[in-house]
């Protein structure tokens, strides 16, 4: 469809080099508002910090609810506040300072992004006493005619467990006393939500990242996915979380197309941020998809987990709430080097009650432990 191809940026309009522009505390800036039909095809950010303070929120065609409600930072798949050069289909960095906290970056995002009426695309800084600069472009494309009746809306939520409520977190994986089944409805019910939500379209993959409180694999839960409701087995079964992030034996030092470590743990003390793009696999669900992964076998670990699932729906869909500030923060270490996670941070929506065999698992790694 022939188009005509136009960018808003942060260019500074007098004509000088002053190409940043500034967000007090609390303050939401336009970043584009465009007149459809069009498409964004290419999302160019650089900061030097807040990475989890700033959300990105994007609205499509009028809509009471923005579509995408992302932390800057988890949004081009790098979680925790961190930054690092990778590569991936939609999404890239580059930075000098990698493996870094609070250094600056160039993200790139290359998700297609169509819309038949309007787009806003929004900046929010919650930093509560800091000053926010930001560069940008985005470029996109406006149409003549009407885009075809089968182009989707594209969508991003951030979802986040601090600690999630696993049930036996002082147990290791790979172990026999945690090899009790998760199925059915126990698994449906417990398992950690990457999305959840209704309508007709596709799943395109997510990032997943996770603070390692327990210094040992984190893995092991494998990946349920249901569309259009509840059965079991679900549609989609997987075999271990570094299976479904299509890794194996543990995750690796790699940044690939589809997949990888935009962030490994091994280099950064025990902070994990990996992804996995479903760009040749998409899962399609006509009325409903719920994307889970158990955390842990059988959801007994209790890490800090967070994640933002990307996907594509015929309407403009309501994107997940995102924590307050105070709550998404990266969890840090004492100058002892524990992790330190107060109350005021935490942010844990289900605590899952030991059933029997789950206290009796934990008896016995107890007794094992004596």
């Keep these: 469809m022939p188009g005509r191809t136009k960018r808003f940026s942060s260019y500074d309009i ?61 949004f081009f798949c790098l979680g925790h506040s961190l930054v690092n050069s990778f ?28 819309f038949r009426e309007h787009a806003l695309i929004e900046l929010i800084n919650e930093s509560p006493d800091e000053e926010h600069g930001q560069y940008f472009y985005i470029d996109y494309e406006t149409f003549d005619q009407p885009l075809p009746a089968d182009q989707l809306y594209f969508h991003a939520e951030f979802r986040r467990e601090n ?9 290791p994986v790979n172990v026999p006393e945690v090899d009790i089944p998760n199925k059915e409805r126990r698994a449906w019910s417990n398992n950690y939500v990457i999305l959840d939500t209704t ?27 249901w ?12 075999t271990g979380s570094e299976d479904y992030l299509n890794q194996a034996w543990g995750m690796q030092p790699n940044a690939f197309l589809r997949n990888g470590s935009s962030i490994f743990e091994g280099h950064t003390g025990g902070y994990q941020t990996s992804y996995v793009f479903h760009a040749e696999n998409p899962v399609r669900f006509n009325k409903s998809i719920r994307v889970t992964i158990e955390h842990g076998h059988a959801n007994h670990l209790a890490n800090e987990m967070s994640s933002v699932a990307y996907w594509y729906a015929d309407q403009p869909c309501p994107a997940a709430a995102v924590p307050p500030v105070e709550k998404r923060l990266r969890v840090m270490k004492d100058n ?31 007794n094992r432990k004596k």
């Design 227 to 238: 569309v259009d409701g509840y059965k079991w087995p679900p549609d989609l079964h997987g």
């Design 87 to 114: 590569q991936s289909l939609f999404f890239t960095a580059s930075t000098h300072g990698n493996n870094q906290m609070n250094q600056g970056c160039a993200l790139n995002c290359y998700a297609p992004m169509p």
């Design 163 to 171: 600690p999630f409520g696993g049930w036996g977190h002082e147990i």
């Design 14 to 74: 007098t004509g000088c080099n002053r190409d940043c522009w500034f967000l007090k505390p609390g303050e939401t800036r336009v970043l584009a508002d465009i007149k459809g039909p069009g498409r964004i095809n290419h999302i160019w950010m650089t900061q030097h910090h807040h990475y989890r303070e700033c959300l990105l929120r994007f609205t499509w065609d009028h809509a009471a609810h923005p579509s995408v409600l992302v932390p800057l930072g988890d």
């Design 199 to 225: 309508g007709c379209g596709h799943y395109l993959g997510c990032n997943l990242s996770v603070t390692n409180f327990q210094g040992t694999w984190w893995g092991e839960g494998d990946d349920m996915i």
């Design 336 to 366: 002892r080097g524990h992790w330190h996670n107060p109350a005021s941070a935490q942010v844990t929506s289900k605590i899952i009650p030991a059933a029997r065999d789950m206290a009796s698992a934990k008896k016995a790694w107890k």
